[in-house]
Structure formats: C-alpha cells, structure tokens
C-alpha cells in the first residue's frame, strides 16, 4: 500500500500569511493527487485534483504543485475562512489513501 | 442539485452488523465510481471501499476487507455498505463519496452517518 505522509501536523498562522504544506508519497504516484479542505463537524471540499488542477469554485489563492512523491498545496494569502485541516489523497490505484491531515490554526 | 445522503448509522453490539445507504441525486449515478470513506472521532480521514461505475472493480482497505462489502444499486440511485462482524474501532463517521471522473478524487461528498460500535 501507498503511503502518504503529510508536514507538518499543525501550522499556526496569520491572516494574510503564505502556507505551505507538504505531502510525500512512499512511492512514485505520477500526478495522481489530490488535495481537500475539512472544517469541524463537516464533509471533505476538493481543492486541488491531478497535483495542480484547481476545482471549480475554489478560490485562485489556493495552488498545488509537484509530481512523483513530492507535492505541495500552497495558499497565498490565507483567509479568515481558511483555518481548516488540510488533507492530501492518493489515487495511483484505485485503493486510494489519505494523508495524515494538517491543521491549520491562528497563530 | 447533485448531492449524496447517507442513512443508516446507528449503535450497534461488537460482532453485530449494519449496512449503510447513500442516495444520490442530480447526476447519472451509473456514470460514476463511488467510495466510502470512514473518520473516526478526531482522527483523520480513512478510505474503507470503492466500487466503479459499472461495478466490475471493488477494493477494499486492509482494516474492513472480509467485513465489509460495497454494492450498488444503479436502478435506485444507491450505494451501499454492509459492515458485519463489527469492532470498536469501526466507530467513525460514515461518508460516501463521488469520483471526479476520470479522475479518482472525490468532488461530492455526503454529510456523513455515525457509527458506533459499543456494548
């Protein structure tokens, strides 16, 4: 099984602050990555789909990047509505998994 | 508009079974793959099954797998989970989910049934 392993846990920001967060493979996985935000009490949104490909509706502030076992969803500017936990997912087969998570919190 | 809605969680007795319903709406639900995926109290997320679109590939994660069995119904509309032989640490958060297709990323979610495995 695919491995994902997401740093760090725990990032404590401000408003208007850049973020990032990355997320490592245990083996190559093309581009085959996605990224999602959860907040409390709610279900996963799709940020960021094929590594880099922005989903409808999300806002431009949020970007990913990388490729084999290396990526990163960077946010900007982070936003009041942005403090949320922040999840990778793998999908080089079709028995995906998860990363860790990373909480972002206000600093 | 497209949505999925989970039923059927509940308490239930360690060994004991339940099985999960996902209706979805507002989209040609034979089309698409679909996935549980499971969170048990702050923890994070955990993929328990996937079955694809015309049902021909179902995987299963190594903690559910000879417990557990994804079907659909594609005349209804509906995904299913039956969990038998249940244990503690099945409690979680119950999600189904919609793949982005071709992409296997998920970009509708339902909003999650509780289950909870306690004597």
């Known amino acids: 099984d695919i491995q994902m392993t997401q740093s760090p846990s725990t990032l404590s920001v401000s408003v208007g602050d850049r973020v990032t967060i990355t997320c490592r493979a245990s083996q190559s996985i093309s581009s085959w990555l996605a990224w999602y935000q959860q907040k409390p009490g709610k279900a996963p949104k799709l940020l960021i789909y094929?590594?880099?490909s922005l989903q409808s509706g999300v806002p431009s502030r949020f970007s990913g990047s990388g490729s084999g076992t290396e990526f990163t969803l960077t946010i900007s500017s982070l936003q009041p509505d942005d403090f949320a936990t922040y999840y990778c997912q793998q999908y080089n087969s079709y028995s995906v998994t998860f990363g860790g998570g990373t909480k972002v919190e206000i600093k | 508009q497209v949505q999925l809605v989970e039923s059927g969680g509940g308490v239930v007795q360690p060994g004991r079974s339940l099985r999960l319903s996902c209706a979805a709406s507002g989209f040609t639900f034979s089309n698409y793959g679909v996935h549980w995926v499971r969170q048990a109290p702050g923890r994070g997320l955990e993929w328990v099954a996937a079955l694809s679109d015309g049902g021909g590939i179902k995987t299963y994660a190594d903690s559910v797998k000879g417990r557990f069995t994804i079907f659909r119904d594609n005349s209804k509309s509906t995904l299913f989970l039956q969990m038998n032989s249940l244990r503690g640490e099945d409690t979680a958060v119950y999600f189904c989910?919609?793949?982005?297709?071709?992409?296997?990323?998920?970009?509708?979610w339902g909003q999650g049934t509780v289950v909870t495995v306690s004597s």
């Open positions: 989910a919609k793949e982005l297709r071709p992409e296997v990323a998920f970009d509708i």
């Open positions: 094929k590594a880099s």
